[in-house]
């Protein structure tokens, strides 16, 4: 009786041990504070082979405002923090560059979903917290089976649990995709469901600029207007930081005052501050003098002039996310403008102009009313991605510069399904419901049919009967919205094509992350015959995702008790088969004679 006891007890205490591992509450909640998760999965070695991620943290520890409070997780098999939370200032600054080296400390998964919840205990909502997530790959959990099927239920929790429940926690995800092999839908969602900003950086030359739109849209900064290597200070500039990218391998950069003094990295004069990285320079003027400055030397996309004024240009909150062909409004002022009158031609004009990859998308001059605010709207938005919005006042004595990052995505998404029989569309933009949108759907001009499945989901039924070639189902949607009729064209969806299976850019081919790949197919195991070989190759495969469990259990206390248990259970059923061995009689036994 004593033996089967302590079996159910040791198999109690292994059922406790393998619950999931809960964090422990902190006492005291972050607030307002900015949180960076960096993927360091073995691909980031190929898709970043010069490691601008870290020339990226290290241009946002520079850009930072000081007081905020900041940390820094990594993330592949293992979630660690390296750089705890920590209020912004030197010191903190100090730390930071010199946790650097751990972005180059590769693993094998991508624990995507551990990562967010590590990152962000302890925050209660209080105030907002800006979490930006940089990766370059899809959900990759360690598993010792069924791994697929660990992936996507994963993926699932992540959009439908975890990222609904930061947003009421008031967490606001900024993700940052690095490459074509990330996964931009997922990234797109959980930004979207947070009201953050979703990146795509499509090589490695691209990251700094992603990095610096972000932070843009964490801690929107004041700008004048970079032309032609010049910009004009006014005499109401406190301090200016001029931003200049460059290639790794370009030129001296020198900065030429209105009175002719030359600053540069040997020389900086009245630069207070000259950070040299292989990528950019970040050079700090304060008090500068008034008129004309110029920049000598390799001046990158994305440069800057940075400033502190008394005189800014402000905007009412302009959303991350912007939808196709949808208008949207816009309000701006200037604050610590004297009063110039009513002469209209003493008045800062203020023009909006919205700029993609490929250039300017549209524009718009706004108007001033009487409470001297500025408002118009922009129309023709009919391109999708990441864009640039590009508020500017100017007079004849000054000019203010208000940029906002944003991606624009289509009012409704589409997804084919794998076996190519439906398309399931939801809608994108929260306005459109079944009771006013109507959704078009044409196959090489034959109507198909659209049916409602909730109030913000349609299905198409694709016929059986499809042609072997790659073609398009066109869709479009009408909608009737504030007294007025919207024809929204809609991105077409790709039938038997490798390329395209969703208005988003989704593959269904897509090829698994490089270096990521864990196990062969089942099929191949089973024809292959069980050997020590084979063993020894298995062991070998599944031993990262076994460390990977035990190191999860082994960060729980629990685990001490448990082992504790086991072994005192081992001692004790050791001793009671040896005290029973003692305890049996013995037998005498004759000899023949």
Known sequence: MLYRWLMTGAWLLLALLALPVQAAPQGSPEQGDIRLAIDVSGSMKDNDPDNLRASGVRLLVDLLPDNVRAGLWTFGQQVANPLAMGTVNDQWRQHALS????????????????????????????GKTHLIVLTDGMVDVPALSDKPARDRASHERIIKTLAPDLAGRNVVIHTIALSRNADTDLMRAISQQTGGLASVAEDSRALLRSFLDVLNQIAPRQQLPLEDGRFQVDDQVQEFTALIFHDQNGGPVTLVSPNG?????DDPGVASRWRHDDRYELITV??????????????????????????????????????A???????????????QGDDPSQQPVVDAVLRGAQGEITSTRLQRESDGHYRGHLDRIDQTGNA?????????????????????????????????????????????????????????????????????RWQITLPDDLPEESVPVDLAATVALDNRILEIPLPSVMLNSDATTSLSGARLDRDAVQGEQMASSQ??????????????????????????????????????????????LCLLLAFRRRRQRRQRPRHRRDPSV
């Open 261 to 265: 003094e030359r600053l540069s990295i």
């Open 523 to 568: 099929k191949e195991d089973k024809d292959q015959p069980w050997s020590l070989q084979r063993l020894w190759h298995l062991a070998q495969e599944n031993w990262p995702a076994a460390r990977a469990q035990v190191t999860q259990w082994m960060q729980d206390p629990r685990a001490w008790w448990v082992a504790a248990a086991l072994i005192v």
């Open 99 to 126: 946790v650097l080296p751990q972005l180059t400390q590769y693993e094998q998964f991508t624990d995507l979903e551990s990562a967010l919840n590590l990152a962000t205990q302890g925050v209660r909502g209080e």
């Open 388 to 456: 640039e919005l590009a508020l500017q006042a100017r007079t004849e004595t000054f000019a203010r510069l208000l940029t906002r990052s944003v991606n624009v995505v289509p009012v409704i998404d589409a997804t084919l399904s794998d076996d190519q029989s439906r398309i399931t569309l939801k809608a994108a933009w929260p306005r459109l419901t079944r009771d006013n949108t109507r959704i078009n759907a044409d196959l090489l001009g034959e109507t198909l049919d659209v049916k409602p499945l909730a109030d913000d």
């Open 325 to 339: 062909h949808i208008d949207q409004p816009l309000d701006v002022w200037l604050d610590g403008m004297a009063q």
């Open 286 to 323: 304060p008090d500068p003098a008034a008129g004309q400055w110029q920049i000598e030397g390799p001046i990158g996309a994305g440069s800057r002039i940075l400033i502190d004024s008394s005189l800014q240009l402000r905007s009412a909150n302009i959303p991350a996310t912007l939808y």
